[in-house]
């Protein structure tokens, strides 16, 4: 659908430059700007989202780049969401998505799914990737979340994983995943790289109640 407006949109502005309509030419061109901005971008927490993300994986890996990735996951969101309510743990995102920001810079941080985000790392391979992972866990535990003067407190599971042997983005993300649980199977804040090997760890009755009650937006 988005697609659709945008290439009627395109249409409509080539006709019109075509006829002098100036005016018109200037505000279709910010309204296909503010539509290419809603497509890419996630609305609650201003990051890239999860098909800009993908795009961008398969765009890097396409190239031959050295890419890594870092998986993040907000550890006992639902139980933020249920204690402090769902507008707190709104803000709660929009506070994560802010400290990986600050400390991936400039690498692209994106929403992938409910309380997972994704870091990529066009550059470095695996040495700048647990670097990132580090300088995010450091900058979390520096600087607290606040929600109307309480502090709330937030811990992440990050797995990294670099393409070394693979150009398929699913797997990639399959191998960051499967080290981001393991991260949070260790109970404590400490990135996990990923190793051949690794599996997923089995689901326990408890982690198939918070799969099936957690949020989807």
Known sequence: MAFTALLLLAVLLQCITLGGGYLVFVHLRYTIAALLYRATTDKL???????????????????????GVA???????????????????????RYVAARLNEAADPYMVARYSGDEFL?????????????IAHAVLRRIEETPFIYFGRTIPIKVSIGVAVADDTSDPDELLRRADHAMYQAKRNDHMNPVTWMPGMTMPEPT?????????????
């Open 71 to 93: 998986f993040v996951d907000v550890d006992d969101f639902k139980a933020i969401n249920d204690t402090y309510s769902h507008h707190a743990g709104d803000a709660a995102l």
């Open 119 to 131: 870091i990529i790392l066009d550059a470095g391979g695996l040495y700048v990737a647990e670097v």
């Open 45 to 67: 927490t201003g990051v890239p989202n999860r098909d800009e993300a993908e795009k961008q994986l398969k765009v890097q890996l396409a190239n031959g780049t050295a890419l």
């Open 205 to 217: 009755p408890e982690t198939r109640r918070t799969f099936r009650d957690a949020p989807t937006r």
